[in-house]
């Protein structure tokens, strides 16, 4: 396979303006989820940094309708659709599924929803429950990710069925609707010196750049991904798209294979750097997060504290005494499923 | 033992105005902790009671610094002692414990706080903590629960060092300072038919209810307890002081014995009516806050819940179609010990 190169005229394809508008638009349709700040986390960071420790605010992302920030990314995209649309097709894994679904039953646009076989038990049930609230047409079609790609099993169906494809992350409504979160961040909380969010197919990580930047032009975004799906990562640094196929991450929102045509370039532009964690250490945080936080997120959901675990240990003098904010992307984990739990 | 009565006259020892002045008082030294409505416990009861569940709104006091509303009470204590004060004193299994610590470190106050040794582990290391960064005089001091009585062993210390006893519900102050969580509750997303909180020794219960019953005289207010702990559920029916010594209930916040002198008045006078509940339904209930409302609550923290899962099915006519306040109370549990999580 050649090498694919960004289209970087892409890069304007989304801007502060337009998340600010994401904004407006989803009053009344998103939670304005609440910030945590001066946590125990603070102090447990002060007294590994000696006293120096950052600042740090968490944006409850997990508090969001359907359990992620996906919802709003989704709503955005449905509250644009051109009159006349007979529906909506989108494929996920599981968090944008569920969002699209709630999105498409509170606006009564149908929606089908294309998902792995082997997508996490309780993303699979709660989508469920919110097609079955949604319209009559809406309904959910499993693939099996071994051996089928989703664009084209979504492609099929849509071609026939003439639907408006939502993509998870691809697309410049649904990355605008994403950014809003840390929109509500800085303005909650901020200013940061330092922004860390996951990094999964790059629409949360380029809209919250785009959003911090605006609020802050010398905030660092940082990026933080599963060592084992490190493609943004090496995308990011080599300037060309790397991809990484079903990667065994317990981060099941980052398995996506690559950036976007849109997110590459818009994460170049805008993003500062990346930081990749190893498993143990998005376990460590997930539990940090429900032990001092009393939240409960998915693995996906700590990457950002662990990115910045990681930092405290491994660049002390990138964090020490920063204003930092974290976005806490979503919290559909199954319990019974939670390691380091039993 | 002869039956205890309440003393009546003590029930006009917290008014409405005291909870008010409490919440005044605690600006900036509380969380104003969020209120989650809205939440797929609706559609859940919706589908329980054929279209008429209630519209239950949360208040998430386990999202309150130290994990649990007791910094209320506990600072609203502190924060009016008399000058010239050597100390406080406190004895509790926990919440209280770790409340006056960080209360009394804030506030420069030196601290005894009385643990028995067998409160939970991550009660006891959060208190630990927060008396290492408080008054060089403050300090824990543990007793055995099996063979020594609390009050006894901080009395003779409190006498020897002459320190104000700050009890973990039976003082007025700290009941005010208590219904400031319900307070809140119903100016965010009040008026409520229904209030349920836990209840331990009533100081929550009872300050909820004057502030309930203050925002609509009509609101019904529900204390509930684990069944194995229902001192407080017999002294309601029975005008006669029960108590429940060591009782084997996995909601540790209610163990303690029997209502006070000040809570038992009080929660007759303000108080509708009591529910009981068996600790399968208290861990379901945890259960369902976590995996819903994607919060940690330790067990007497899903009280509320539980006891209103206990009405949809014995009751359903006293909670169809209501308009439902609850108070989610604490989130400190000892996540290895969740039972159900293995």
């Known amino acids: 396979m050649p090498a694919t190169l960004p289209d970087m005229t892409l890069a304007t394809a989304v801007a502060i303006d337009d998340i600010r508008a994401a904004a407006r638009r989803l009053e009344g349709h998103v939670r304005r989820t609440p910030v945590l700040a001066g946590t125990p986390i603070d102090a447990i960071l002060a007294r590994q940094l000696k006293g120096h420790g950052p600042k740090v605010a ?76 949604g319209h009559e ?42 950014g809003t979160a840390a929109l509500e961040l800085c303005e909650d909380a901020g200013p940061f010196d330092v922004l860390l969010t996951p990094c999964g197919g790059g629409g949360l990580l ?5 959003a911090a930047k605006a609020h802050n032009p010398h905030c660092i975004v940082i990026g933080v991904e599963p060592a084992a799906a490190d493609d943004a990562a ?19 929102g980052t398995r996506t294979p690559c950036l976007g045509r849109y997110t590459f370039p818009l994460v170049l532009v805008n993003v500062d750097r990346f930081v990749t964690v190893e498993e143990d250490e998005i376990i460590a945080a997930m539990r940090l997060v429900m032990e001092r936080l009393k939240l409960v997120v998915e693995p996906s959901g700590a990457l950002g504290l662990a990115g910045l675990l990681r930092l405290v240990h491994e660049e002390p003098g990138a964090v020490a005494g920063r204003r930092i904010g974290i976005v806490l992307s979503g919290g559909n984990v199954d319990l019974d499923a939670l390691p380091g739990m039993d």
């Open 206 to 210: 380029s809209g919250s750049a785009i």
């Open 234 to 252: 090496r995308s990011f640094r080599s300037g060309v798209l790397h991809s990484v196929r079903n990667p065994d991450t317990i981060a099941d």
């Open 58 to 133: 968490f944006k409850c992302e997990n508090l969001q309708h359907t359990g992620a920030f996906k919802l709003r990314g989704a709503s955005n995209a449905l509250l644009q659709l051109d009159d006349g649309v007979k529906g909506v097709l989108t494929y996920s894994s599981g968090n944008h599924a569920q969002a699209i679904a709630r999105a498409g039953a509170d606006l009564n646009v149908p929606t089908v929803i294309v998902m792995p076989s082997n997508a996490p038990r309780i993303k699979l049930e709660a989508t469920r429950r919110e097609v079955a609230r």
């Open 137 to 178: 047409r809406s309904r959910i079609v499993e693939y099996d990710p071994q051996t089928q790609v989703r664009e084209e099993v979504g492609g099929a169906i849509a071609d026939e069925e003439g639907l408006t494809i939502i993509p998870p992350y691809d697309h410049p409504h649904v990355i605008a609707g994403q």
